[in-house]
């Protein structure tokens, strides 16, 4: 089974197209008008081992919201649909990644419910041209289009560029933990009998 899914996304705001592989080998095609926003999720995929094509367009002559907002919507739309029924899948992840004087921690529960709570302070509002608002934005969106449980903690650091690549690379860690699949598990993870 290939657990590959393709979203496509077009308002008045953006134009986005993504194809995500959730058994991948950290392959990154990605062309957004959002550098730092690129560089992340460059980030993610390589360390989740997953692969993600995405091509966006958006109105970044504005800001970088609605196109930030809008890629997190349909990676996290992706990411549900890739995982269709989620037979025999861990369901939780947990990575801690240090980035030189940082350190963040995520925690993934694949658990239909979604949910953000995210522990970060950033030392400055702008990497670059990027808000770092936009961090927090996306990862609603990513967590509720997902249907999953997602928490976010940065233990410390000082550098923001650093604090939020760490929580990337953590991101992309904790989700591959999460969709990895194992023979022990029959049916889904939950006494619930479904997830």
């Known amino acids: 089974m290939t657990r590959t899914a393709s979203i496509k996304r077009n308002t008045n705001e953006t134009q986005i197209q993504l194809t995500f592989s959730v058994d991948g080998e950290g392959e990154a095609k990605l062309e957004t008008p959002v550098p730092f926003m690129t560089h992340m999720l460059d980030l993610f995929t390589k360390h989740g081992q997953f692969n993600l094509d995405l091509q966006a367009k958006g109105d970044v002559d504005i800001d970088d919201h609605h196109t930030t907002e809008d890629i997190g919507i349909c ?4 990411v549900k649909d890739a995982l269709g029924d989620k037979v025999g899948i861990k ?3 947990n990575a801690f990644v240090p980035m030189d004087e940082a350190l ?3 925690v993934v529960d694949l658990s239909n419910r ?3 709570e995210i522990r970060a302070d950033f030392p400055s509002q702008k990497v670059g041209t990027f808000d770092t608002e936009l961090v927090h934005e996306f990862l609603w969106k990513l967590a ?3 249907r999953m449980n997602l928490h976010v903690i940065v233990h410390y650091g000082t550098n923001t560029h650093h604090i939020i690549e760490a929580i990337f690379k953590a991101l992309g860690r ?3 933990e999460a969709t990895t699949t ?4 029959k049916g889904v993870p939950s006494t619930k009998g479904m997830l």
Request: proline residues 4%; aromatic residues 4%; hydrophobic residues 45%.
């Open 182 to 185: 194992d023979s022990r598990i």
């Open 91 to 93: 369901r939780y992840g």
């Open 75 to 78: 990676l996290g739309q992706a």
């Open 174 to 176: 904790a989700l591959d």
């Open 114 to 116: 979604p949910h953000l």
């Open 104 to 106: 963040a921690q995520v």
């Open 144 to 146: 509720l289009e997902a």
